[in-house]
C-alpha cells in the first residue's frame, strides 16, 4: 500500500519561498506520477503542479516560472519548490501519487490519484 508522508509548509510573507517534500513509500517501481494539489476554504481542489513517470513537469498558469517539481529516486522524494510565492498561494497542499500517469500535458483528474499526503498548510501574508 502506497503511503505518502508530507512535510515543508509553514508562513511566509508576500516574495518568500517554500519547499514541500514527499516522501513515498509501498511503491518498488520509479516510474510514477508525484504533483501537488492545493485547496482553501470554499474553493474546490485544483491541481498545481507535477511530474510524471517519464519525468515530463507541468505546472498551471498561474504558478509557472514560480512553482517547480523535482524527483529524487533515491530518497523516494519528490520536491515542490516554491518562489515568490503570493498571498492567492494560501491553500492546504496535497501531495498527490498515480503509477498511471507516465506523460503529463495537464494535472491528471482526482479519479487517477491513488494515494494522498496528508495535507500541509501554507499560508502567505501580504
Known amino acids: 500500500q502506497v503511503q505518502l508522508v508530507e512535510s515543508g509548509g509553514g508562513s511566509v510573507q508576500a516574495g518568500g519561498s517554500l519547499r514541500l517534500s514527499c516522501a513515498v513509500s509501498g511503491y518498488r517501481y520509479s516510474s510514477y506520477f508525484i504533483g501537488w494539489f492545493r485547496q482553501s476554504p470554499g474553493k474546490e481542489r485544483e491541481g498545481v503542479a507535477g511530474i510524471g513517470g517519464d519525468d515530463s513537469t507541468f505546472a498551471i498558469r498561474s504558478v509557472k516560472g514560480r512553482f517547480s517539481v523535482s524527483r529524487d529516486n533515491a530518497k523516494n522524494t519528490a520536491y515542490l519548490q516554491m518562489n515568490n510565492l503570493q498571498p492567492e498561494d494560501t491553500a492546504m497542499y496535497f501531495c498527490?501519487?498515480?503509477?498511471?500517469?507516465?506523460?503529463?500535458?495537464?494535472?491528471?483528474?482526482?479519479?487517477?490519484?491513488?494515494?494522498w499526503g496528508q495535507g500541509t498548510q501554507v499560508t502567505v501574508s501580504s
Open positions: 498527490a501519487f498515480s503509477s498511471r500517469v507516465m506523460n503529463i500535458m495537464n494535472m491528471p483528474s482526482s479519479d487517477l490519484v491513488e494515494a
